[in-house]
C-alpha cells in the first residue's frame, strides 16, 4: 500500500507565495519520477513541474515563478510558487511512479490540495 499526501495549499493573495509539500508513504522500494498536476474547475489536469533524477521541466506559464524539488531521503516532493496569479487557482495534485516492495511499478496520486489566488 502506497499513500502521497499533499499539504500547503490556502488561499493567498496575487503576487504571494506558497509551497506545497507531498509526503509518498508505505511499502515502497524506489520513486522514479516524480510531478504536480493541477486542475481549475471546467478545466483538465494539466502537468505543471515534473523532476526524475537531476532532470525538472516545468510547463511555461509557471517557469520562472515555480520550483519543483524532492528530498529523496524523506520521500518528499516539493513545489516552491511566487508570484502567484488568479490563474494558478486550482487543486494541486502530486504524482509518482513507484515501484512496490512486491516489485510492482505504477503511477500514484494524492488526494489534491486546493490552492486560491484572491485579493
Known amino acids: 500500500q502506497v499513500q502521497l499526501v499533499e499539504s500547503g495549499g490556502g488561499l493567498v493573495q496575487p503576487g504571494g507565495s506558497l509551497r506545497l509539500s507531498c509526503v509518498a508513504s508505505?511499502?515502497?522500494?524506489?520513486?522514479?519520477?516524480m510531478a504536480w498536476y493541477r486542475q481549475a474547475p471546467g478545466k483538465q489536469r494539466e502537468l505543471v513541474a515534473a523532476?526524475?533524477?537531476?532532470?525538472?521541466n516545468y510547463t511555461d506559464s509557471v517557469k520562472g515563478r515555480f520550483t519543483i524539488s524532492r528530498e529523496n531521503a524523506k520521500n518528499t516532493l516539493y513545489l516552491q510558487m511566487n508570484s502567484l496569479k488568479p490563474e494558478d487557482t486550482a487543486v494541486y495534485y502530486c504524482?509518482?511512479?513507484?515501484?512496490?516492495?512486491?516489485?510492482?511499478?505504477?503511477?500514484?496520486w494524492g488526494l489534491g490540495t486546493q490552492v486560491t489566488v484572491s485579493s
Open positions: 508505505g511499502s515502497i522500494f524506489s520513486i522514479y519520477t
Open positions: 504524482n509518482a511512479g513507484i515501484k512496490t516492495l512486491n516489485g510492482g511499478s505504477r503511477q500514484y
Open positions: 523532476i526524475t533524477s537531476g532532470s525538472t
